[in-house]
């Protein structure tokens, strides 16, 4: 069998340890998720720090594609076609700060060329280092980039014709990549997904969520996503002191956060919100159903130009009318019926107006509104996955698989 059979890998890159909560390591193992529904021999590859890492096998045969562990499957609700890699990384790696320990390097630098390229047929990553090293060891690729950052792109990597597409989420975010090199041919702004299982009706649970979390109040309010000032919460706290009847739920943040704003609503002397800290996919969904309005109060500011909806796809899928500020990278959705109201940012007073007339207009639906439902069908995970995949030369494509 020639060296280019071989090359069957459709390869997503991480370089952090899995699971963690953080909002782009959701949308990296949906995105790599999705490429495995449509098909491709999908391979998630990310450090692995763990006992497992001292195993000399493993480090004799660092790359073995295997099932995806329940843990991940039930922390990112992931489907059963897609596969993982974890690199063993042990002792001293990351626990000295140096570029010859640093796991990024371990990765780039040893693990891709030797033991991952031979089975590899097209690298997808967030990591540009990744990025670059498939590219000078002769692989193409695909590179999502979703912030703000000032540095130039190498021209022999960007004009490579094995750099297949850059892609981000916002156009702002495409200009600033335009701006420092990239061709403007290849970079594409797409959104991200939704995941499935957030349109799947659960009345059940969700009705367990209502008779758990409105124990002295009758209606609901939900925000999913991070603990952080920028996307609101110190807003919404003080919108839920404006509406002391109404019982404010957050879900997602780290242990830190849930205690800095469990006390910072305390010396505001707000009892009617809770911090559950972060739920699982396959119990978030029917937490979203559950909630009578889905809060999402991000504030203006820099943070306001490039950030990715994320979040919003679930809430859409859910059903569930949706309270949103007005900021720049949710501009086009401004048209859309998906959305019950919006208002201006930073304005604790008019949040609290916008929900109280969505509580008026758009009573609690078991089977939720099916304007957002429809809206959001086109955001799947699978349908940008093809999308992007739309844009790599056919004959640097891994082969489906049956």
């Known amino acids: ?25 959701v949308q990296s193992t949906n995105a790599a998720n999705a490429a495995a529904n449509l098909g491709y021999s999908t391979v998630l590859v990310y450090p692995d720090k763990d006992s497992r890492a001292i195993n000399p096998a493993n480090l004799f045969r660092p790359f073995q594609p295997q099932k995806t562990p329940t843990e991940l499957i039930r922390y990112y609700n992931l489907h059963d076609k897609l596969k993982v890699a974890p690199l063993p990384m042990p002792w001293p790696i990351d626990h000295f700060k140096s570029k010859f320990t640093d ?41 999502e980039h979703h ?40 970079v594409i702004k797409l959104h991200n997904g939704f995941n499935r299982l957030f349109m799947q009706r659960q009345p059940e649970k969700a009705a367990e969520w209502r008779k758990k979390l409105l124990t ?28 002391p009847n109404v019982q404010f739920v957050c879900a997602g943040g780290k242990s830190t956060e849930i205690e800095y704003y469990q006390q910072l609503a305390k010396e505001k ?45 679930d809430y859409f899928a859910s ?19 998906a959305i019950a109201a919006w208002c201006e940012p930073d304005n604790p007073s008019k949040f609290a107006e916008c929900l109280k007339r969505v509580l008026q207009t758009h009573p609690k639906k078991v089977d939720g509104y099916p304007d957002s439902v429809e809206f959001v069908k086109q955001f799947s995970w699978e349908n940008r996955a093809a999308k992007i995949l739309s844009y790599v030369d056919e004959s640097l494509l891994p082969p489906l698989i049956a």
Request: charged share 20%; hydrophobic share 40%.
């Open 1 to 25: 069998m020639n060296n280019a059979a071989l090359k069957k890998h459709y390869v997503f890159f991480i370089g952090e340890e899995l699971p963690q909560q953080e909002a782009h390591l």
């Open 103 to 143: 796991s990024n390097t371990i990765a780039t630098k040893y693990y891709l060329p030797f033991h991952i390229l031979p089975t590899t047929k097209l690298v997808h990553s967030r990591n540009w280092n990744f990025v670059k090293a498939a590219i000078k060891n002769g692989v193409p690729a695909i590179y």
């Open 147 to 186: 912030h703000h950052e000032d540095k130039e792109f190498e021209p022999e990597i960007v004009k490579s014709p094995l750099f297949q597409i850059a892609v981000t989420v916002v156009d702002t975010i495409r200009e600033t990549m335009i701006k420092n090199g990239i061709p403007p041919e290849k």
């Open 216 to 243: 002295e109040r009758s209606h609901l309010v939900v925000y999913a996503g991070a603990l952080q000032q920028f996307k609101g919460i110190d807003v919404l706290i003080d919108v839920a002191r404006q509406m």
């Open 269 to 313: 002397q707000v009892y009617n919100i809770t911090f559950l800290g972060y739920v699982l996919h396959n119990e978030l969904a029917s937490l979203l159903q559950a909630a009578d309005i889905l809060a999402h109060p991000h504030c203006s500011g820099k943070a306001a130009t490039f950030t990715s909806p994320l979040k919003l796809f």
């Open 319 to 337: 059903g569930t009318p949706i309270v949103a500020t007005k900021i720049p990278s949710l501009i086009e959705f401004q048209d859309t019926k």
